[in-house]
C-alpha cells in the first residue's frame, strides 16, 4: 500500500472502547488500511486509559501520518460523568492531532449516519451494510466502534473538501480567531526562502 496518497484518520472517542479506521483516498474510490477497536474496560483507573489513548494515538499518528483527523462531534448527555470522560478523550485525540499539524473536522452522529445511508436516523446495521459494500469489505468488524470510526472517516471523504486533504490549511478551523505567526509559517512551509 502506497502511504504517499493522502489518509483519513476516524475516530469514534470512548473511555471503554475506542474505534479507529485508517482511509487511503485513491485515485478512484478510498481503501481502507484498518479499522479496530482499542479495549481500554480492562484498565481500572481512569488516568492509566487516558495514558493509554495518548500512546496509541501518538503511535498510528507517527506511523501512517494521516492528513486528516475526522472525530464524532461531542454529544451531551445526562450524565455530566460521562460528557466529562469523553470530553477528556477527545481532547486528548484533537491535542495530538493539532501537534502533527493535522487538520481537525468533527461531525455530528445525524450527520455521519446521512452522508452514508441517506438518513440521519440509520441505525448502526444500516450504516455498517452500506459501508460494507461500498468499500467491498468481507469481514464483520468484532465491535461497533471499529465500524463508527470507518463511518466517521469516510463521512468525511464524502464531504465537498474531502479531496482537499494536504496539510496546507491551518490545523483547526476558527473564522473568529487569527492564527499565529506559528500557525502561519507552519500552513505555509514552501513559501519559506531557503
Known amino acids: 500500500m502506497n502511504l504517499k496518497e493522502p489518509v483519513i484518520i476516524g475516530v469514534d472517542p470512548g473511555s471503554e472502547f475506542m474505534g479507529i479506521a485508517l482511509l487511503q483516498v485513491g485515485k478512484l474510490k478510498p481503501s481502507v488500511i484498518l479499522f479496530e477497536t482499542i479495549s481500554l474496560r480492562s484498565i481500572k483507573n481512569k488516568y492509566e486509559r487516558l495514558g493509554v489513548i495518548h500512546k496509541n494515538m501518538h503511535d498510528l499518528l507517527n506511523k501512517y501520518k494521516p492528513n486528516v483527523l475526522s472525530i464524532e462531534a461531542?454529544?451531551?448527555?445526562?450524565?455530566?460523568?460521562?460528557?466529562?470522560?469523553?470530553?477528556?478523550?477527545?481532547?486528548?485525540?484533537?491535542?495530538?492531532?493539532?501537534?502533527?499539524?493535522?487538520?481537525?473536522?468533527?461531525?455530528?452522529?445525524?450527520?455521519?449516519?446521512?452522508?452514508?445511508?441517506?438518513?440521519?436516523?440509520?441505525?448502526?446495521?444500516?450504516?455498517?451494510?452500506m459501508l460494507k459494500s461500498i468499500l467491498n469489505l468481507k469481514d464483520d468488524p468484532q465491535h461497533d466502534d471499529a465500524s463508527d470510526a470507518l463511518a466517521i472517516a469516510y463521512c468525511h471523504y464524502l464531504q465537498k473538501d474531502a479531496h482537499a486533504l494536504e496539510s496546507k490549511a491551518l490545523p483547526v478551523k476558527n473564522k473568529n480567531k487569527k492564527g499565529t505567526w506559528k500557525d502561519f509559517i507552519l500552513a505555509n512551509k514552501d513559501r519559506l526562502k531557503k
Not at 460521562?82 to 481532547?91: D, E, I, K, M, P
Open 74 to 129: 461531542p454529544f451531551y448527555s445526562k450524565n455530566v460523568k460521562s460528557t466529562l470522560t469523553l470530553g477528556r478523550v477527545q481532547g486528548i485525540i484533537m491535542a495530538l492531532a493539532i501537534d502533527s499539524g493535522i487538520a481537525i473536522y468533527e461531525y455530528a452522529p445525524r450527520k455521519i449516519k446521512k452522508s452514508i445511508t441517506g438518513r440521519g436516523a440509520a441505525d448502526k446495521k444500516q450504516v455498517w451494510k
